[in-house]
């Protein structure tokens, strides 16, 4: 990496809210980071989500506000994206907590793979138990494999854990929009649109984020219109995907959880707005039985 004083290192924050208690120790976790150097912290948010933490923003003079109200993330990070002035630019989420020297290890990726986006790797705590698993990866990640994401079987894990929270890019680089009618893994599919106009995606091993999972708030996300619009775009982008994506991976999440109610109903709109052959409705019967089964575990 060349020295710091041959570099500009200034990074914008971006972080979409809608006004989380937690802001207040995400800010303090950033400026917690020893590597941090200039910087500017813009956070968008709906006119209320902004006046709820309005204490913070007299504490912190680094902070831009940027009123956005409609909810939805998508629009949030492209208009924080869109008011950064700095040379690089990282996402954070406002659940979350920056980690110590995520600035410099994030930066560092980038001196090395200037074309590309840089994520790092994470803690991971699941909200409702406080499980702490350690998502530590060295990699690059190729467009055929996050395209593989959508029509991985219903029983296997995500081979990646890509958190858009947890990332930075050169102001320069010519990124994709995150798509606004998106509300749901509308992070999964800006990072196929990235690596399809030949945009690298990297991720170091080193641990950047504490990241706070709460599988009910994931599925309050879950929507049919949603599933129409990652079934359209997924088909554009390879014959196909949008079906194998409905058939193994739209219910999954939704299966695995308690919200019974929940599943059934989406389970309904997906056969009342898909087609559906034999072995589609066996893979719906499957997590039909998954879900049964979690509801009496639980």
Known sequence: MKSDSMVDLSLSIVIPTVGNENMDLLL???????????????????ADALNKISN??????????????????????NLGISHSSLNYVSLIDDDDLWLDERAGKLLKALDLNPNSIVFGSAIFVEERTNKVHYKSYQQQVNWLSILNQFNRPFFLKQKYFLQVGNCAFSRYLSIPKFRE????????IWILDT???????????????????SRERANKRWSITNEKNIYKILNQVAPKYGNKYISNISLKSLAISSDRKRFISAKRDLLDNFDFGPMDKLRLLMLSIINIAVNIKS
């Open 195 to 213: 690596l399809s106009l030949g945009i690298g995606i990297k991720q170091v091993s080193n641990l950047t984020i504490e990241y706070k999972f």
């Open 181 to 188: 009618d998106l509300q749901y893994l509308e992070d999964q």
């Open 28 to 46: 303090r976790s950033i400026h917690a980071d020893s590597t941090l150097g200039d910087h500017e912290v813009i956070v968008v948010g709906a």
């Open 56 to 77: 913070l923003f007299s504490e912190y003079t680094c902070i831009k506000q940027v009123e956005q109200n409609i909810p939805n993330v998508s629009i949030s990070r």
